[in-house]
Each structure stands twice: as C-alpha cells, then as structure tokens.
C-alpha cells in the first residue's frame, strides 16, 4: 500500500494540511512568477521602443501606467471569477 491509502483515522490530518499549504504556495509562487513575466513582456513590448542603458520619462510612465493597467484589469477579472454565485 502506498503512503495515502495506508493511513490511519487522524494522522493524516497535519500531513495532509501540511501538504495543502505547500501546494498553495507553489502555486502562489508559479502565479507571482508568470504575472511578472507577462508584466514584463507586454509592458517592455509597448513602452519600451528604443532600449538602453537607462529609461525615457515617456518610458518610465508607459510602463508605470501599463503595470497599473494591468494590476486592474486582474483584479476585475479575479473579482468576477471569484464573486460569481455557485
């Protein structure tokens, strides 16, 4: 019998919650790293039209608006993912 199917009554309680946060936050982490990424890709793509060693200030706000932009349009989205009725 494998490790699951051979516990008994209680024990497994901790180790099972124990490993629920653990995927929650390996998931947590997964997510963080891929809105980082898409942040990065998309906002780079848009504002960034002649890369260097330093940012324009149309550079810097284009990416300070597209960030914001996109932090909201997220949470809009979460919210009604979220909020719907089952």
Do not use: W
Request: proline share 3%.
């Amino acid at each position: 019998m494998d490790a699951f199917s051979s516990s008994s009554g209680g024990s497994s309680a901790p180790s099972s919650d124990a490993l629920m946060e653990n995927v929650k936050t390996q998931l947590a982490q997964a997510y963080a790293e891929e809105f980082i990424e898409t942040l990065r890709g998309k906002c780079f793509d848009k504002c960034i039209t002649k890369p260097g060693s330093s940012l324009s200030g149309s550079e810097s706000s284009c990416i300070s608006r597209c960030v914001d932009r996109y932090i909201e349009a997220t949470g809009i989205i979460s919210r009604a993912l979220f909020s719907s009725p089952h």
